[in-house]
């Protein structure tokens, strides 16, 4: 089985100020690991993806993430936010040996101010 | 591609009402999932599909749930009959196939069962 723990419910950040949403899991078998977000009253969307290889993930609207076996970590990082970043993140994990079962996170706010 | 289409996106019954709801992958999508979203248990897994076959209902709560899969462009989610703690945004996503592929997420019925 797996779980996913992330460690700030809500995180509010300053325009133009750089964000970072933490992300742990454990799993007793190799996972892929996910972003999503959720903009309000819409579906997710993915924002990266870790399948293999390189530990850095760049995703879209300026979000990276690193992944870090040793700490069984996936955290998600921007640089400089927007107000439209405001939204809800989820983490997610899927075994790689599943047709696909996302467990997610319990998801973290980032409300971003002027 | 108009992306996953879900309707109603709202629906306000009364208990004991039946409630269906209704999905429209993406095209060429072979995995159809079905999510429930609530502010108490996050995002749940109730049931996956692939090549219009149920694969994992685990996570369908109780027997008034019941989900079809009929073809491949559409899906439904039955609750027969309903209750308040029914109450909740329930999502429908589509992926290609392979656990490592994105998955599309629908807009959402927000659910509410008086």
């Known amino acids: 089985a797996q779980s996913v723990t992330q460690l700030d419910s809500q995180v509010p950040v300053f325009e133009e100020a750089p964000v970072e949403l933490r992300c742990n899991y454990s799993?007793?078998?190799?996972?892929?690991l996910f972003w999503y977000v959720q903009y309000p009253n819409q579906g997710l969307q993915l924002l990266l993806k870790?399948?293999?290889?390189?530990?850095l993930v760049k995703g879209i609207n300026g979000f990276e993430a690193e992944f870090n076996k040793s700490q069984t970590s996936f955290h998600l990082r921007k640089p400089s936010v927007h107000i439209s970043d405001t939204a809800e993140y989820f983490c997610a994990v899927s075994p790689t040996d599943s047709w696909g079962k996302l467990q997610f996170g319990a998801g973290t706010q980032v409300v971003v101010t002027p | 591609d108009a992306g996953v289409i879900q309707s109603p996106r709202h629906e306000v019954t009364e208990m004991g009402q039946e409630v269906t709801l209704r999905c429209k992958p993406i095209s060429g999508h072979n995995s159809l999932f079905w999510y429930r979203q609530t502010m108490m248990r996050g995002l749940e897994l109730l049931i996956y599909?692939?090549?219009?076959?149920?694969?994992?209902d685990s996570g369908m709560p109780e027997d008034r749930f019941s989900a079809k899969m009929p073809n491949a462009s559409f899906s439904t989610l039955k609750i027969q009959p309903s209750e308040p703690r029914d109450s909740a945004v329930y999502f429908c996503?589509?992926?290609?196939?392979?656990?490592?592929?994105?998955?599309?997420f629908g807009p959402g019925t927000r659910l509410t069962v008086l």
């Open positions: 870790y399948l293999s290889g390189s530990t």
């Open positions: 996503a589509s992926s290609l196939n392979r656990g490592q592929d994105e998955q599309f």
């Open positions: 799993s007793s078998v190799s996972v892929y």
């Open positions: 599909f692939n090549n219009n076959v149920p694969i994992d």
